[in-house]
């Protein structure tokens, strides 16, 4: 698992992202720091942060906040995965 | 004294329930609004990074110009030259046809009202985010409202303001996918309601038996000052009693630069 240093480089970075790269990206960027680091929270902040920044009104899917919810399915998926490798691994 | 310690299935159980819990209360407060007194602030610690990675294209850019060869340069300054005379000649004609256009307008009694443009950057493009939106550089600093329209190149209709904040806005494009939109379309202004497909692109649905030609011109039925398209693909398949129309925007709204905000 990652150190706290390279936790906070990671966290830098995303935020960075979300201004600068296409989401898809930011979210795969996402779903890899929620696989290193344990309890990745920091990730679903960015998310809410990123549909705060670019968040307009649509039908499509029910006024939802996508990129947050995208994250916390990824989070919730991941842990589970994460703990059915380890389940695995002992 | 009995101590009674959680079991680890226990509690990461209840910490799954506690993030499920606050991610709910969030997407709640996110959904009623109550977090957008946070958006003015993230767009104000966003501007300049987005500054730089516009710059920092443009420089970019400008350097694969630098690269070319002089040979490459100049056939392709000879073309776009020969371009520019016909493109000339067709918009003194078009000048002259809008100019007829007001007059008669004027003549039998429709008064153009007035309206001024306000020029906008652009600082985030559609691509940055999944809901087809811009981030401008103007805000209530500059008077412009909620509902706004959007225009390019004083003749392009985008999509219009959703939110102002101090010093920036965002813009809802038409595009986005599944959003509908009333339309004209064609010299009879054949209403419709079409469907975003994102991206600046569209599809309305009419019966077979309407005629439609590539080509044709889209607008906004209650704004004719500006067109939203053009028609650019017309699909017609025996089983389907409707025609599916495609059309889009002119420009590339991944390469806008600066908008202008129609305010009547």
Known sequence: MGSNFSRIIVDFCLCFSIFILPWWISLLFMCGAFFIFESFYEGLFLGLTADLLFFTSHELFYNLPIIFFLSLFAFLLISFLKKQLRLNHQ | ?264
């Open chain 2, 1 to 264: 004294m009995k101590m009674v310690f959680l079991s680890k299935n226990n509690k990461s159980s209840k910490k799954k329930f506690l993030i499920g819990f606050i991610g709910l209360l969030l997407m709640v407060a996110f959904y009623l609004g109550g977090l957008s007194f946070l958006t003015g602030p993230l767009h104000y610690a966003g501007k300049p990074l987005w500054w730089l990675k516009n710059y920092s294209f443009e420089i970019v850019s400008n350097f694969t110009a630098i690269i070319k060869t002089k040979e490459t340069l100049s056939e392709e300054n000879k073309e776009l030259k020969i371009k520019l005379n016909q493109i000339n000649s067709q918009y003194l004609f078009l000048k002259t046809l809008s100019e007829e256009n007001k007059e008669l307008k004027k003549m039998l009694g429709r008064q153009e009202n007035n309206y001024k443009f306000i020029l906008a950057n652009v600082l985030a493009k559609p691509n940055l985010s999944p809901y087809d939106s811009l981030i401008l550089d103007v805000g209530e600093n500059y008077g412009v409202k909620k509902g706004d329209k959007v225009v390019v190149d004083d003749t392009v209709v985008i999509g219009e303001l959703e939110e102002i904040y101090s010093k920036t806005a965002k813009v809802h494009l038409y595009s986005f996918p599944g959003e509908s939109l009333n339309v004209a379309i064609g010299f009879n202004k054949i209403v419709g309601m079409a469907k975003g497909k994102g991206g600046g692109n569209f599809e309305v649905k009419f019966p077979k038996d309407v005629l439609f030609e590539e080509g044709d011109i889209v607008v906004l039925p209650s704004l004719n000052l500006f067109f939203l398209g053009v028609i650019n693909k017309i699909i017609i398949t025996p089983e389907d009693s409707l025609q599916t129309i495609l059309f889009k925007i002119p420009i590339n709204i991944f390469e806008l630069k600066w908008v202008q905000i129609f305010q009547e």
